[in-house]
């Protein structure tokens, strides 16, 4: 349904895609993750038709989003990161005035609004204010939307950012009803445990290339697999950095203030001969021991490690 083909993007001097490629299915809730300036809002634009690539292709439903925009718009609902703000529309309004957008005819129009006033829970505010609503209810209004001309693929970048825990539960509900519809979902967020629960695949996205792709199961296999080792010592810390660059089951290695961070692949038993080979090599080491964090840490940490 959704296919980037090796797409690069280029602001002047700054390379924010270089190269990715991407399959998504049709009716799959695909979660895109990664740190601040990963590249997700510059590829949802791409896939949104308002912005153009560099190079590569990028196609919804078998059209390609530059070559044919006006398919690609018809297919798609967007919603993007930032709400712009609407003095004296009302939410009923607000979604009639983008209905007309798409020259729905206004009895068509009539119908639908109250349904999808109903799908996101905003029906109790169809006489409010835009400018009233809650940045949860903002956000159920977005979707909305972007649902006016019935898309088959919702694009939406960041949807849940600014929501606190409530409001991103009832987003998920409704991202599960949207699911239940067939629709083929890409949402954006920096935040992993943030999408977990609602995706069905996730692609983690760094420095504007893919870092992985998987359901959450494999992507918390492999973060499980890569343990970061943390150590201390009171000299020596070039020659303990070169020493782990080079070794094999040592994924990424940096410094941090006074303290070496170290991805490492192997089992604990390998940890333990880490260790040891630090300690026959007579580096004065202060502390040895595994990061303890949230899901959250360590996928920073992870790709931090994988894009640097
Ligand atoms: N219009 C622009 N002009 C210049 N540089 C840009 C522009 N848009 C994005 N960039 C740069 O491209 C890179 C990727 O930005 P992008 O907004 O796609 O990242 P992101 O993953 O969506 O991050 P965020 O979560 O902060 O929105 C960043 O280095 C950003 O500064």
Redesign the pocket.
Known sequence: MIKLEQLT?R??K?E??KGLSLEIQEGTVFGFV????????????ILATLLAPTSGKAFIGGFEVTENPREVRRLIGYMP?FFGVYDNLKVEEYLDFYGANYDIPVRERKEIIPKLLELVNLIHKREAYVDSLSRGMKQRLGLARCLVHNPQVLIL??PASGLDPRARVELREILKELRNMDKTILI?S?ILPELAEMCDQIGI?EG?ELVTVGTMEEINLKINEQKIITIRLLNGWEEVIQMLSSHPLVTSVRRVDDRIEAGFSGSDAEQVQLLAELMKRGYPVVAFSEAQGNLEEIFMKITKGVGS
């Open positions: 993007k602001f002047g700054t924010a895609l990664g740190p601040n300036g990963a590249g997700k809002s510059t590829t949802l634009s990161d970048d960041e954006s920096h996205i504007g």
